[in-house]
Nanobody
Framework: QVQLVESGGGLVQPGGSLRLSCAAS????????MGWYRQAPGKERELVAN???????NYADSVKGRFTISRDNAKNTVYLQMNNVKPDDTAVYYC?????????????WGQGTQVTVSS
């Protein structure tokens, strides 16, 4: 089992910055991927960015060059630095991790944190 606690959401003006944090606890040694998803009203949940255990990263085209995902292994925390945010970035952001134990893979989700981009 893995527990995830997110923080850092809120209201930000267009062009501003925000940093989301997600602290993992529990069976953290089995985590192979950590990432962020988001879901806007009326839309499906989509991948924003993820980082695998060896450090390589993936980003949605819509956030490339603006968002940066990073991981602090000592703190078991993944971050999403959001710069030059746009109104279209408004959504509930969810932290997610995937674990691998033997041949069993499982996904865990945080409770979500609201990000609103508005002037």
């Amino acid at each position: 089992q893995v527990q995830l606690v997110e923080s850092g959401g809120g209201l930000v003006q267009p062009g501003g910055s925000l940093r989301l944090s997600c602290a993992a606890s529990g069976s953290i040694s089995s985590i192979v991927v950590m990432g962020w998803y988001r879901q806007a009203p009326g839309k499906e949940r989509e991948l924003v960015a993820n980082i695998i255990s060896l450090g390589s990263t993936n980003y949605a085209d819509s956030v490339k060059g603006r968002f940066t995902i990073s991981r602090d292994n000592a703190k078991n925390t993944v971050y999403l630095q959001m710069n030059n945010v746009k109104p279209d970035d408004t959504a509930v952001y969810y932290c997610s991790v995937r674990t691998l134990s033997g041949l069993t893979s499982q996904a865990y989700w945080g409770q979500g944190t609201q990000v609103t981009v508005s002037s």
